[in-house]
């Protein structure tokens, strides 16, 4: 139980474009999910907390403009990065909280995506 | 602000050997401690939680309020725990996010 995936598990765009990553969870509802990015052999950073129906929350420091989210359902949030560039490759990871299961602040992890701008 | 530290980027034991993952924090007020493990080509997940008290694959982690510290150990490591191991925290006043610390690679060697 409480499983998050993400699609998709990797992608390559040319600079410029927008890329869509979607985070799902499969057996519960998630009301907050959140979305992180991780360098090689770096630790997760927070971007974002993404809430079911209202305005993503963004870290200090994170483009809201350039990082789109959207969390219009309680089992789907997803990533826009908008006009892509080669430093915005890297990984991008999802979490989800799931009130019925866990510690109220447990996250279940998706198993990320790939990100590569070229 | 809340800050995770974990002091080691790597750690290599021998496999039956002790093994201590060190993990301090700074938060003003009551946090809650995680540890996550990520083993190699899969995704982030949950190895403990300070709340619960319990072992889990053999590894314990008792907060020291006083040291404020959440270490993670093992007395006797085997190969398959080889892994990245991040120390998380969370609390009241920061809306359910986790800060992670920067990770320890752990390799447990034959």
Redesign the interface.
């Known amino acids: 139980g409480a499983v998050v995936s993400q699609h998709p598990s990797w992608v390559i765009c040319k600079s410029g474009t927008s890329v869509k990553i979607e985070c799902r969870s499969l057996d519960f509802q998630a009301t907050?999910m959140?979305w992180y990015r991780q360098f090689p052999k770096?630790?997760?950073?927070?971007m974002a907390?993404s809430n079911e129906g209202s305005k993503a929350?963004y870290e200090q420091g994170v483009e809201k403009d350039k990082f789109l989210i959207n969390h219009a359902s309680l089992t789907l949030s997803t990533l826009t990065v908008t006009s892509a560039h080669p430093e915005d490759s890297s990984f991008y990871?999802c979490?989800a909280?799931d009130l019925q299961r866990?510690?109220?602040?447990?996250?279940?992890?998706?198993?990320?995506t790939r990100l590569t701008v070229l | 602000a809340q800050r995770v530290t974990q002091p080691e980027k790597l750690l290599s034991v021998f496999k039956g050997a002790p093994v201590e993952l060190k993990c301090n924090y700074s938060y003003s007020g009551s946090p809650e401690l995680f540890w996550y493990v990520q083993y190699s080509r899969q995704r982030l997940q949950l190895l403990l939680r300070h709340i619960s008290r319990e072992s889990i694959k053999g590894f314990t982690a008792d907060l020291n309020k006083g040291e404020t510290s959440f270490h993670l150990k093992k007395p006797f490591a085997q190969e398959e725990d080889s892994a990245m191991y991040y120390c998380a925290l969370s609390g009241p006043t920061s809306g359910s996010r986790l800060t992670f610390g920067e990770g320890t690679q752990l390799t447990v060697n034959p």
Request: charge should be neutral.
């Open positions: 907050t959140f770096q630790s997760l950073m927070l907390t929350t990871i979490s909280r866990g510690s109220y602040n447990e996250q279940f992890f998706g198993p990320g």
